[in-house]
């Protein structure tokens, strides 16, 4: 466990729910899906008061979007890879942490068992150390509207399907490119492939690479 974990649950009056919050379900009965839900709610609600109080200008379409950046299964994975969850996380024999949202999932039970071992103000504390960084990144003032969103939109409107993202995880060693992901558009048959160290830079990255390569004149 990364030393930034271990500090947390060494803040904790009872260890046994900072384990369960890191017992998946592939491990035991007793696991960490009910703190999942409560960590999900509480993560939701912060995420909404920050850019509520932060960002008067904005209406409600511009924090929603925001919003859902913030609080993606994929987005909040990152955040669990970066402090080290995938390596904490109890899983039941032939389970792995790649390719899905499970440690994405951990963080939010994590956040749960925080709310319930020491109360909501602790739980701010963490978050907004979590979420710090990313909140400083924001410019929503600007037309914000991010690659994959802007390729979603452009194919809907051609009556498209969704893009498709298959994602390949090379391993922590990989660093920078850990991550490849290919995105295509079937009907169209055409693709790019993105690089990054996280799954959602490398989405981004090729969804980026489709627009510039054949839509450069829709965005």
């Not at 169209?188 to 489709?210: D, F, P, T, V």
Request: aromatic content about 8%; glycine content about 6%; overall charge neutral.
């Amino acid at each position: 466990m990364s030393s930034n974990l271990k500090k947390l649950k060494s803040n904790f009056s009872d260890k046994k729910l900072f384990d369960l919050a890191l017992t998946h379900k592939s491990a035991s009965k007793k696991n960490n899906e009910r703190l999942e839900f409560l960590g999900d709610a509480i993560i939701n609600f912060y995420v909404t008061q920050k850019l509520y109080e932060n960002y008067a200008d904005l209406q409600e379409g511009k924090l929603t979007r925001l919003r859902a950046s913030l609080v993606s299964r994929e987005f909040l994975n990152d955040l669990g890879l970066a402090i080290g969850l995938s390596q904490a996380v109890k899983l039941g024999k032939g389970e792995s942490t790649e390719n899905n949202s499970i440690v994405g999932n951990a963080l939010e039970a994590v956040v749960g068992a925080i709310f319930l071992d020491t109360g909501l103000e602790d739980t701010n504390q963490f978050l907004d150390t979590l979420f710090f960084e990313e909140f400083s990144k924001l410019k929503p003032l600007d037309d914000w509207k991010d690659s994959k969103s802007q390729l979603q939109e452009i194919l809907q409107k051609k009556g498209l399907a969704l893009p498709k993202y298959k994602v390949v995880d090379h391993g922590p060693k990989y660093n920078e490119d850990r991550f490849e992901i290919n995105c295509t558009s079937p009907e169209l048959n055409i693709s790019a492939i993105g690089k990054g160290k996280s799954r959602k830079i490398a989405e981004q990255e090729a969804a980026k690479l489709l627009l510039e390569e054949h839509f450069h004149n829709e965005k």
